[in-house]
C-alpha cells in the first residue's frame, strides 16, 4: 500500500504535463507559452536563482508568473502607488512546496504589496468612520488633542476614565456645560476604537431619535433600533436635549435597558449637571433610564470654562497653576469616581 502511494505520488509529478492536455484550455495555454522565445528556459533560470536543483517538470504555475515575481524582487524600489501598478497592488512570489509522496513544486502565489496594504486599511478605516457616523469635525478629536495643560488636575482624571474606560470597557456619563470637552471625549473613544480595528457608534440622541421616526415609516424600524441596541460601543451624545414625548422616553428605555441587560458599553454626554436633573429632563422613564445608567457605569460631571470661548494663546490664570488646587473655579472639574 505504502509503495503504492509513493509510486502514485511520483507519477503525479511527472504526468502533470498529460494531465494537463487533457484540459483543452490548459493544453492550449501551455502550447502558446512553450513557443515563446526562451519562456521556459527563463522561468527556470528565475527558480534557479532561489533553488539551484529545480526541474522544469516541477514548476507548476504559469511560466509568465515566475517571470513576474523574479520582477517583482525590488518593485518597491520603483514604486509608483497602486493605482500606477500594473499588477494592482498583488504581488507574485515562487515558492517550493510539497508535493505528492517526497515530491515537491513551484508555484507562484500572489499577495497584497505592503503599499496596497496600506491604502486598502486606509479605506477600511474610512468605511469605519461612516460606519460609526462620526461627523468630520469629530474626526480629528483624539485623546492627544484633547486640552489639558494650565487645568486643574481633576481635567486629567476626566481623560483617564476615558483612556481607562476603553481598556476595561467600563460605561460613562460625561455631565457638564456647553464646551467642557464632553464631546471631544466621547469621539476620542470613538476614533481610537476604529483606529485598533474595532467597531463603534456615535449619534446625537436628537439625531437618533429623528432617524429611527423616518425608519419606522418606512418599515424599517426594527432594523434601526436594533443597529443602536446591539452596537458593541455606543456613545449618545446629548442626551436630555430632546424633546420630550412618551414615545421618545420610551425608545430611550428601550435602548439603556438593551444595553444594560447585555452589559454593552455605553457612553453618554449630557449637558444635565446632575443625575437628578438628568431623570427630571427624561420625564416619566427618566428614573429607570438613569438607575440603568448608573449601575452600567460612572458619572464624571464637569464644570469649566466653554473651550470654543478660550482661544489658544490666553494667559492662564494664577488660580490654575501650581499644585492642581485651582481657584479658578469655573475651570475645575468636579469628579464621581463611583458610580451614581
Known amino acids: 500500500m505504502a509503495e503504492a502511494a509513493r509510486g502514485l505520488?511520483?507519477?503525479?509529478?511527472?504526468?502533470?504535463?498529460?494531465?494537463?492536455?487533457?484540459?483543452?484550455?490548459?493544453?492550449?495555454?501551455?502550447?502558446?507559452?512553450?513557443?515563446?522565445?526562451?519562456?521556459e528556459e527563463?522561468?527556470?533560470?528565475?527558480?534557479?536563482?532561489?533553488?539551484?536543483?529545480?526541474?522544469?517538470?516541477?514548476?507548476?504555475?504559469?511560466?509568465?508568473?515566475?517571470?513576474?515575481?523574479?520582477?517583482?524582487?525590488?518593485?518597491?524600489?520603483?514604486?509608483?502607488?497602486?493605482?500606477?501598478?500594473?499588477?494592482?497592488?498583488?504581488?507574485?512570489?515562487?515558492?517550493?512546496?510539497?508535493?505528492?509522496?517526497?515530491?515537491?513544486?513551484?508555484?507562484?502565489?500572489?499577495?497584497?504589496?505592503g503599499v496596497r496594504s496600506s491604502v486598502d486599511t486606509q479605506a477600511e478605516a474610512e468605511r469605519a468612520l461612516r460606519s460609526a457616523r462620526l461627523p468630520e469635525r469629530l474626526r480629528g478629536?483624539?485623546?492627544?488633542?484633547?486640552?489639558?495643560?494650565?487645568?486643574s488636575s481633576d481635567i486629567l482624571k476626566a481623560k483617564g476614565m476615558a483612556l481607562a474606560a476603553l481598556g476595561d470597557g467600563n460605561s460613562l456619563v460625561f455631565a457638564g456645560g456647553s464646551g467642557v470637552g464632553k464631546t471631544h471625549l466621547a469621539a476620542g473613544m470613538v476614533n481610537s476604537r476604529i483606529a485598533s480595528?474595532?467597531?463603534?457608534?456615535?449619534?446625537?440622541?436628537?439625531?437618533?431619535?429623528?432617524?429611527?421616526?423616518?425608519?419606522?415609516?418606512?418599515?424599517?424600524?426594527?432594523e434601526a433600533m436594533?443597529?443602536?441596541?446591539?452596537?458593541?460601543?455606543?456613545?449618545?451624545?446629548?442626551?436630555?436635549?430632546?424633546?420630550?414625548?412618551?414615545?421618545?422616553?420610551?425608545?430611550?428605555?428601550?435602548?439603556v435597558n438593551?444595553?444594560?441587560?447585555?452589559?454593552?458599553?455605553?457612553?453618554?454626554?449630557?449637558?444635565?449637571?446632575?443625575?437628578?436633573d438628568l431623570l427630571k429632563k427624561l420625564g416619566e422613564q427618566g428614573?429607570?433610564?438613569v438607575s440603568r445608567l448608573g449601575e452600567m457605569g460612572t458619572w464624571c460631571g464637569i464644570s469649566a470654562e466653554?473651550?470654543?470661548?478660550i482661544r489658544s494663546d490666553a494667559p492662564i490664570s494664577e488660580g490654575s497653576r501650581g499644585n492642581g488646587k485651582a481657584k479658578d473655579s469655573a475651570r475645575q472639574v468636579v469628579m464621581a469616581d463611583i458610580p451614581f
Open 287 to 289: 428614573e429607570r433610564i
Open 258 to 276: 438593551h444595553r444594560y441587560l447585555h452589559r454593552l458599553q455605553t457612553i453618554v454626554t449630557t449637558n444635565s449637571p446632575s443625575p437628578m
Open 306 to 309: 466653554d473651550y470654543r470661548f
Open 9 to 39: 505520488g511520483e507519477r503525479r509529478i511527472e504526468d502533470i504535463g498529460t494531465v494537463m492536455g487533457r484540459i483543452p484550455a490548459l493544453a492550449e495555454a501551455r502550447k502558446r507559452l512553450a513557443t515563446l522565445p526562451g519562456m
Open 197 to 222: 480595528g474595532r467597531p463603534a457608534l456615535f449619534i446625537p440622541v436628537p439625531e437618533l431619535l429623528d432617524d429611527l421616526r423616518k425608519a419606522i415609516s418606512t418599515g424599517k424600524g426594527s
Open 141 to 151: 478629536c483624539t485623546f492627544e488633542t484633547y486640552r489639558t495643560v494650565g487645568l
Open 226 to 255: 436594533d443597529a443602536v441596541k446591539k452596537s458593541e460601543f455606543l456613545a449618545l451624545d446629548d442626551l436630555g436635549a430632546e424633546r420630550l414625548t412618551d414615545w421618545v422616553g420610551e425608545r430611550l428605555y428601550m435602548i
Open 42 to 113: 527563463r522561468a527556470l533560470k528565475a527558480v534557479r536563482s532561489i533553488w539551484p536543483d529545480a526541474e522544469a517538470r516541477e514548476l507548476h504555475s504559469p511560466l509568465r508568473d515566475f517571470l513576474l515575481a523574479a520582477e517583482a524582487e525590488n518593485c518597491h524600489l520603483t514604486c509608483r502607488g497602486v493605482k500606477n501598478c500594473p499588477n494592482r497592488g498583488f504581488r507574485p512570489g515562487a515558492f517550493c512546496e510539497p508535493y505528492g509522496e517526497g515530491g515537491r513544486t513551484y508555484v507562484v502565489r500572489w499577495s497584497k504589496c
